[in-house]
């Protein structure tokens, strides 16, 4: 089913949580029938109107404008606030929301977009294609700073043909747009709204609306009593996102039943939840990455021998084991996962310290070479990476000290900056998206600095190719190119790992970790 049709099927329910309310209690119906199960949840709430559904992350979100938003904390509130113009699919298949459908032109250089009718902004504003080509000359502002902004470059001009139809003109064909039209950060804005009014005051047409927040602490969203979409009129009253110091921390809200959900359980935590007859656990597969990033500019880094040697330093499989307990997918240092359509399955470098050793004599460095690698407890993982690379590497003579930063400084100040550093991505649903952000030269999201024309020209081309099979085999070079001569260690791709209070039921994981709480509602007693 798709989201609109499993909605339909539930009879407009949405996602509904007993977060410490009242046993669930139901009424006959008019003519004695049994109920469906829509009326049953619908009858549920209608006794219960505190129901509230609350969410454990680790680290508070720095912006909620979506033009700027980058870390998965923010993406997750801004996909609850705002609707984009494409709904993307569990299966990365793009589906109408705001956009109620879309043509492509004959020439393929430019894509028009039917708008849903009745869509009012939070603020009560009625929602037309001024705002559509707002948001996205918005998006493609310098002066807003927008990670999307050389993603979406090949856009040429938004247009308004009439109140609700817009017409993107390209610059060159891109056939991944819609997919690019569905990621949370081009979630549509009220036109004429800046990011401190932005920041003030989010202000989207999706399901949900600001009620308040506690800085570094929480942020409380109540339902959009007038939501557009009608097969998604939610019946419950809130959503509220946590945050939490600590990992442990997390586990101990969790167990104790002060949270419901933890959308990004670590591997090592996995089994408190499972022994728990009260908590369910799921895992989905995913192109989600943490890698370990060369800067390609600078000493000692620009040597390929010194970059070779550093991809030879790392023991993949014990890598997978020890910062995902054996779950999740190897890889080959290229960011294409194998539930995309344009994978491909490449040889893995392999754990070679002598081999290592060598070059680095080669490269100048016969007694070996001293390193510092900067990491952060962004996201699971990410110390832990840094600790099992440690490791890896002394047999070949490479000394790693590790740094741990706070995250808010890590962020503002080492990401993309510091020489050898650990980062975190998340699945990119276009698989233009995901090579154009970490590996176009021109990307400020390139943290490795590897600037590599024949690169440049292969994500231009593939993006532009109609023909799958051609598409596949430039992206096959891509990825050979990428695993080849590239300056990011990745290691193995990681499972969305969710754990859920039982009470809790429909809830089906997304592979981009996007939260997606359609179709979900409490276990009803009898």
């Known amino acids: 089913m798709s989201r609109r049709d499993l909605l339909k099927w539930l009879g407009g329910t949405g996602l509904l949580m007993a977060g410490g309310c009242a046993s669930s209690t139901t009424t006959p119906s008019p003519a004695n029938q049994p109920l469906s199960a829509a009326d049953l949840i619908a009858t549920t709430v209608s006794n219960n109107p505190t129901f509230a559904l609350r969410v454990a992350f680790l680290n508070y979100p720095s912006t909620l404008d979506p033009a700027r938003a980058g870390s998965m904390e923010a993406i997750q509130v801004i996909y609850a606030l705002y609707d984009a113009l494409v709904y993307i699919a569990p299966d990365l298949t793009p589906e109408p929301l705001l956009a109620a459908g879309w043509q492509e032109a004959p020439d393929r250089l430019s894509w028009t977009f039917d708008l849903e009718r009745e869509v009012r902004f939070h603020n009560g504003m009625a929602l037309t294609s001024a705002d559509v080509v707002y948001t996205f000359n918005r998006l493609l502002d310098p002066a807003v700073e927008s990670p999307m902004r ?278 990119r649903p276009s698989v233009d998206e995901t090579l154009t952000a970490a590996y176009h030269s021109q990307s400020p999201a390139n943290y490795s600095h590897w600037n590599n024309p024949q690169l440049d020209d292969l994500i231009v081309a593939a993006r532009s190719e109609p023909d799958p099979a051609r598409r596949a085999a430039l992206y096959r070079t891509s990825q050979e190119l990428i695993s080849q001569e590239g300056y990011t260690l990745i290691p193995c791709f990681r499972p969305v790992l969710m754990a859920a209070h039982k009470s809790l039921e429909g809830f089906s994981s997304h592979p981009t970790g996007w939260l997606d709480y359609s179709g979900v509602h409490p276990v009803l007693s009898s």
Not at 204 to 214: D, E, I, P, Y
Not at 312 to 323: G, I, N, S, T
Not at 342 to 358: I, K, M, N, T
Request: glycine share 6%.
């Open 150 to 427: 050389l993603v979406l470059g090949f856009i040429a001009q938004v247009e308004a043909l009439d109140e609700y139809t817009v017409r993107f003109v390209l610059s060159a064909p891109n056939e991944d747009l819609p997919l690019l039209l569905g990621i949370p950060s081009t979630g549509i804005v009220p036109q004429g709204m800046s990011t401190i009014d932005l920041t003030a005051q989010p202000t989207g047409a999706g399901a949900w609306q600001l009620a308040s927040v506690v800085s570094g602490e929480s942020i409380r969203l109540t339902r959009n009593p007038n939501y557009w979409d009608e097969a998604f009129s939610m019946q419950f009253e809130t959503l509220i996102y946590r945050y939490f110091p600590s990992i442990p921390a997390q586990v101990e809200a969790m167990l104790a039943r002060e949270i419901d959900l933890v959308p990004d359980v670590p591997p090592e935590n996995l089994n408190q939840f499972i022994e728990n007859p009260e908590i369910g656990v799921q895992e989905v597969p995913s192109g989600r990455y943490q890698a370990i990033v060369m800067r390609a500019d600078l000493s000692p880094f620009y040597d390929p021998r010194v970059r070779d040697a550093l991809k030879l330093c790392l023991d993949r499989p014990a890598m997978q084991e020890r910062v995902l307990a054996g779950r999740g997918t190897l890889a080959s240092d290229q960011p294409i996962s194998p539930i995309h359509p344009f994978w491909v399955e490449l040889p893995l470098p392999p754990y070679d310290p002598q081999q290592a050793r060598q070059l680095l004599a080669q490269a100048g460095y016969p007694d070996g070479l001293q390193l510092t690698l900067l990491t952060a407890a962004i996201e699971p993982g990410m110390v832990e990476m840094a600790y099992a690379y440690r490791d890896m590497a002394l047999p070949a003579g490479v000394a790693v000290e590790v740094i741990t930063v706070p995250p808010d400084i890590y962020l503002a100040d080492y990401a993309g900056r510091a020489p050898f550093h650990v980062v975190n991505w998340g699945l």
